[in-house]
């Protein structure tokens, strides 16, 4: 059973910043694409940027420049480094992973909530 867990969540400022972290319970490398997605209240659930098992990234216009992904094959997980925070950012943060197959399957990890307020 694939499991994906997040943390790092929590309350900051506006300009300040958060890391968080997926923990995958199998090499991450086994994921066509990891990524955080959030959602806010009353909204649909958004991409905010992924990274392919080749290490291409993608992210979305409003978060260019301020949240970074990475990963760490040796401890499977990704990161999302997020600066520059703004009261908009605010929205529970899901990891998801998709593996290959027919059809291929999506894992989501249980959310952590990220509040930008003063």
């Known amino acids: 059973q694939v499991q994906l867990v997040e943390s790092g969540g929590g309350l900051v400022q506006p300009g300040g910043s958060l890391r968080l972290s997926c923990a995958a319970s199998?090499?991450?490398?086994?994921?066509?694409?990891m990524g955080w997605h959030r959602q806010a209240p009353g909204k649909e659930r958004e991409l905010v940027v992924d990274i392919t098992s080749g290490g291409f990234t993608r992210s979305v216009d409003s978060v260019k420049g301020r949240f970074t992904i990475s990963r760490d094959t040796t401890k499977n997980t990704v990161y999302l480094q997020m600066n520059s925070l703004k009261p908009e950012d605010t929205a529970v943060y899901y990891c998801?992973?998709?593996?290959?197959?027919?059809?291929?399957?999506?894992?989501w990890g249980q959310g952590t909530q990220v509040t930008v307020s003063s």
């Open positions: 199998t090499s991450i490398l086994s994921f066509n694409y």
């Open positions: 998801k992973g998709t593996m290959s197959g027919n059809p291929a399957r999506d894992y």
